[in-house]
């Protein structure tokens, strides 16, 4: 039987380790976190974003737990393996940076859309 630990995502890191760039969740280092990783193995991270009975949820192997130090400050690095399982997810969905890099993109090529946008934003 798969022993899996269940966690909750803002979309931006969702996105990013759907999108294997991410391929370590930091969780810092804590008595309710010693007690669910230290106490027991797990095989996989079922991942959610959201707490909506829709949310996307994705199934990621667990490689292994480490304890670290990031920054002067004590963290378990959850090293993640392939992703096994992806639901409700779209990949037309895209972090909040993807999508600011594309607007000024598209603003660099039409210097107009700039004056445009700041008008309806100001009606608004």
Same mark, same amino acid.
């Given at each position: 039987?798969?022993?899996?630990?269940?966690?909750?995502?803002?979309?931006?890191?969702?996105?990013?380790?759907?999108?294997?760039?991410?391929?370590?969740?930091?969780?810092?280092?804590?008595?309710?976190?010693?007690?669910?990783?230290?106490?027991?193995?797990?095989?996989?991270?079922?991942?959610?974003?959201? !707490? +909506?009975?829709?949310?996307?949820?994705? =199934?990621?192997?667990?490689?292994?737990? %480490?304890?670290? /130090?990031? *920054?002067? @400050?004590?963290? !378990? +690095?959850?090293?993640?393996?392939?992703? =096994?399982?992806?639901?409700?997810?779209? %990949?037309?969905? /895209?972090? *909040?940076? @993807?999508?600011?890099?594309?607007?000024?993109?598209?603003?660099?090529?039409?210097?107009?859309?700039?004056?445009?946008?700041?008008?309806?934003?100001? @009606?608004?």
């Amino acid at each position: 039987m798969k022993h899996i630990l269940h966690l909750h995502l803002p979309r931006q890191f969702f996105a990013q380790i759907a999108a294997s760039t991410k391929r370590t969740e930091y969780r810092r280092r804590s008595p309710h976190w010693q007690s669910r990783l230290e106490s027991k193995t797990y095989d996989a991270i079922c991942f959610r974003n959201g !707490y +909506a009975p829709d949310a996307p949820e994705m =199934l990621v192997e667990l490689l292994s737990v %480490r304890r670290i /130090t990031k *920054a002067s @400050q004590p963290y !378990y +690095a959850l090293k993640l393996g392939r992703i =096994l399982k992806l639901t409700r997810w779209k %990949r037309l969905w /895209t972090s *909040a940076t @993807q999508r600011n890099k594309n607007s000024r993109r598209e603003y660099k090529k039409n210097p107009e859309a700039i004056a445009d946008f700041r008008d309806e934003y100001v @009606q608004n």
